[in-house]
C-alpha cells in the first residue's frame, strides 16, 4: 500500500491542541504504510504553517476550501467546530473527495440531511462515531448476534463526561451554547446513543428529561461568564426493536466516576467498561468487556501503542481505508449521522413535552 497511500488533507489544524492534534494525527501517523498527511489547514495561514510542521504534513493552506479542492488532496478529514461543518463538507463533496467528519454533522437536521444528500453515488464518507470501531463494542456486537446472551431483557448505560460542569476553559465557551450544535446531547450523548443502537437495535420509543443545572459558566483565565442554554444532564429511559429496554444517563462535570454499559439477556449478560479513565468520555479511550458466560476474547485492535484519544480514531481510518480500497460500504454514514440526529430531536421533544416519543 506505501506506493498508494491515501493522502489526507485536515482540516483543523492547531499545532499545540485540539481534536486533529490530539486523535486524528497520532492516528493517523500508526499508519504511514496506508496514509499520508498531505496537507493541513487552519484560519490563518500562521496557524497552518504551524499545525502543518507539527503534523509533518506536506503543504499547509490558510484556507480550508482551497485545500479540500486540491487535486493532491484523496480523503478531506474535518474536524473544525461544527458550525463550520456544512461549508467544507459540501465543498469537499463537490470537488469528488471522500470524507471523515467529525460527529455531529451539522448543528440541525436541516444541515445533516443536507449534507447526507449532497454525496454523491459511490463516494465514500465516514462519521466520527469512533467507539463503533472498538474492538469491544464489535465484539458486543457479535456476541450478540451469536446468540449467547439469548432475548435482549435490560440494559443499563452511565456515560459521564467532565465537559459541561461549573466552569469551561476558553476554547471551550462555545460549547455551551446550543445553538452551535456542539453539546452535552450531541457529543456525550450521541457517541453513547449510536452505540446503545449499534449494540441494541434501534429505539422504537423513549422518554427523556434534558436539564441544565448550572447556568451561569465562568471562562477559566477570564472574567467572562456565559450562558449555558444547552443541557448538562440528560437521561432517557427506552425500548428497542429487541424488546429490551434501556435506561441511559449522561451527566455533565463528572470525573470521578466511569463509563458503564450492563446488558441483561434470557441466556447470560456482558458489561462494557473503561479500561482507562479519559474526562472526555468513553469514545475517547480503550474499552473492556467482561461476560458472565464463557466466550471467545475480544480481538486485538488493528493499531497498537496508542492511549485516550487515538485509540478508536485509528480503528476508524482503518475501516474507512478498508472501504476504500475494496469499494464496500460498511461504515457509519452521514445517513447514519441524519438518523442520529433525528433521534436526538426526539429526545428534545420528549423532554419538551412530558410526552412519550415513537421512532
Same mark, same amino acid.
Given at each position: 500500500m506505501s506506493a498508494n497511500r491515501h493522502r489526507? %488533507?485536515?482540516?483543523? %489544524?492547531?499545532?499545540?491542541?485540539?481534536?486533529?492534534?490530539?486523535?486524528?494525527? +497520532?492516528?493517523?501517523? &500508526?499508519?504511514t504504510d496506508r496514509f499520508v498527511i498531505e496537507a493541513v489547514s487552519a484560519r490563518t495561514q500562521e496557524l497552518a504553517d504551524e499545525a502543518n510542521a507539527a503534523f509533518g504534513g506536506n503543504r499547509a493552506f490558510g484556507d480550508s476550501l482551497a485545500l479540500v479542492r486540491d487535486p493532491g488532496i484523496d480523503v478531506v478529514a474535518v474536524t473544525v467546530k461544527v458550525p463550520e461543518h456544512r461549508a467544507i463538507v459540501l465543498a469537499a463533496l463537490a470537488a469528488g473527495k471522500?470524507?471523515?467528519?467529525?460527529?455531529?454533522?451539522?448543528r440541525d437536521l436541516a444541515e445533516a440531511e443536507e449534507m447526507a444528500a449532497a454525496v454523491p453515488e459511490g463516494a465514500h464518507v465516514m462519521i466520527g462515531t469512533q467507539a463503533l470501531s472498538a474492538p469491544a463494542v464489535l465484539h458486543a456486537k457479535k456476541l450478540i448476534d451469536e446468540g449467547y446472551l439469548g432475548e435482549l431483557m435490560v440494559c443499563r448505560v452511565f456515560a459521564p463526561t467532565g465537559a459541561w460542569g461549573d466552569s469551561a +476553559?476558553?476554547?471551550?465557551?462555545?460549547?455551551? =451554547?446550543?445553538a452551535n450544535g456542539a453539546t452535552l446531547e450531541t457529543i456525550a450523548g450521541g457517541h453513547t446513543l449510536v452505540m446503545m443502537e449499534f449494540i441494541l437495535g434501534p429505539y422504537r420509543e423513549l422518554d427523556a428529561r434534558t436539564s441544565i443545572m448550572r447556568r451561569q459558566v465562568p471562562i477559566i483565565g477570564t472574567d467572562e461568564v456565559v450562558e449555558r442554554t444547552c443541557a448538562d444532564h440528560m437521561a432517557v429511559i427506552g425500548k428497542h426493536e429487541s424488546g429490551c429496554v434501556s435506561t441511559l444517563e449522561v451527566p455533565g %462535570?463528572?470525573?470521578?466516576?466511569?463509563?458503564?454499559?450492563?446488558?441483561?439477556?434470557?441466556?447470560?449478560?456482558?458489561?462494557? &467498561?473503561?479500561?482507562?479513565?479519559?474526562?472526555?468520555?468513553?469514545?475517547?479511550?480503550?474499552?473492556?468487556?467482561?461476560t458472565s458466560f464463557d466466550a471467545p476474547p475480544v480481538p486485538d485492535h488493528v493499531v497498537e501503542g496508542l492511549k485516550y484519544a487515538?485509540?478508536?480514531?485509528?480503528?476508524?481510518?482503518?475501516?474507512?481505508?478498508? =472501504?476504500?480500497?475494496?469499494?464496500?460500504?460498511?461504515?457509519? =454514514?452521514?445517513?447514519d449521522a441524519v438518523r442520529l440526529t433525528k433521534l436526538l430531536d426526539a429526545i428534545d421533544a420528549a423532554s419538551a413535552s412530558g410526552s412519550r416519543q415513537q421512532l
Open positions: 489526507i %488533507g485536515i482540516v483543523g %489544524g492547531n499545532a499545540t491542541r485540539a481534536w486533529a492534534h490530539d486523535a486524528h494525527v +497520532p492516528a493517523l501517523k &500508526k499508519m471522500n470524507v471523515y467528519c467529525e460527529w455531529p454533522l451539522g +476553559p476558553q476554547h471551550y465557551a462555545y460549547l455551551q =451554547d446550543k %462535570g463528572v470525573t470521578d466516576h466511569t463509563f458503564s454499559l450492563e446488558l441483561v439477556g434470557t441466556k447470560g449478560s456482558l458489561v462494557l &467498561k473503561m479500561a482507562e479513565s479519559f474526562p472526555g468520555g468513553y469514545q475517547a479511550g480503550r474499552l473492556e468487556l467482561e487515538p485509540v478508536n480514531v485509528a480503528e476508524a481510518w482503518a475501516r474507512f481505508a478498508d =472501504d476504500i480500497e475494496n469499494d464496500r460500504f460498511t461504515v457509519p =454514514d452521514f445517513d
